[in-house]
């Protein structure tokens, strides 16, 4: 069955630009999480959707934002990309359940020059 | 702040040899406790969980891991590893109550483990 699918796989932006990453949820999953992982790190929590609302939020500012759409695909949004912003983007899936645990996608790797 | 920390950030050792990985965290309320791995080029999958009873979980490919509240610890162990073990491991955190969420997972940096043939 289709796993968690993200794309694109790379992006190279510059300072100042914006992008959007997308997320398509492994089938029946109806809920998703962003997490930024810089090189050398675990994941940090960004936000999560459901119900195409922001339910929860990590320690990131507002330059971030997202998305959710009926069908449960899900963008992230940056703004005034920052060289900080280099990293890979992970996109995670679940059902909203207590015990179901999250499907993570492969990532996109994003360079800022 | 809630807080994971991972011991090692690298680890290498021998086909056969066991393995042990230690995680802690720092939260004062009751959390849900996870194992993720990273295999190369592949993406993260969860390797076990432990939300209650039993401390002693046991996961895929050998694994289990130990939930010691008095340690506020995590540690993931498999008695004898082989090469195909060789990935990232995160040990990863989330708060549980009322407003439980499966989304706000906070993760440790992470221990790269290499084994050898």
């Known amino acids: 069955d289709a796993g968690v699918t993200q794309s694109p796989t790379h992006l190279i932006k510059t300072r100042g630009q914006q992008v959007t990453l997308r997320c398509s949820p492994k089938s029946g999953h109806d809920t998703v999480s962003w997490y930024q992982q810089a090189l050398g790190q675990g994941p940090q929590f960004i936000f999560q959707?459901?119900?195409?609302?922001?339910?929860q939020r990590g320690n990131f500012p507002d330059r971030f934002s997202g998305h959710q759409y009926p069908n449960y695909s899900s963008e992230l949004n940056v703004n005034a990309l920052l060289l900080g912003d280099s990293a890979l983007y992970l996109c995670a899936s679940s059902r909203d359940r207590g015990d179901q645990p999250q499907h993570f996608g492969d990532g996109t790797r994003l360079s800022i020059l | 702040a809630q807080s994971v920390s991972q011991h090692n950030h690298h680890v290498i050792l021998s086909e056969a040899a066991s393995l042990e990985l230690g995680c802690n965290y720092s939260?004062?309320?009751?959390?849900?406790l996870f194992w993720y791995v990273q295999y190369p080029g592949q993406h993260l999958q969860l390797l076990l969980k432990?939300?209650?009873?039993?401390?002693l979980v046991k996961g895929i490919k050998g694994f289990e891991a130990e939930f010691i509240k008095s340690k506020f610890s995590f540690n993931l162990r498999k008695p004898s590893v082989q090469w195909s073990d060789t990935a990232e491991y995160f040990c990863?955190?989330?708060?549980?109550?009322?407003?439980?969420?499966?989304?706000?997972?906070?993760f440790g940096a992470g221990t790269q483990v290499v084994v050898t043939p």
């Open positions: 432990y939300f209650s009873g039993d401390p």
């Open positions: 939260y004062g309320g009751t959390v849900n």
């Open positions: 959707y459901y119900e195409e609302e922001e339910r």
């Open positions: 990863a955190v989330t708060p549980r109550g009322l407003t439980d969420s499966w989304g706000k997972l906070q």
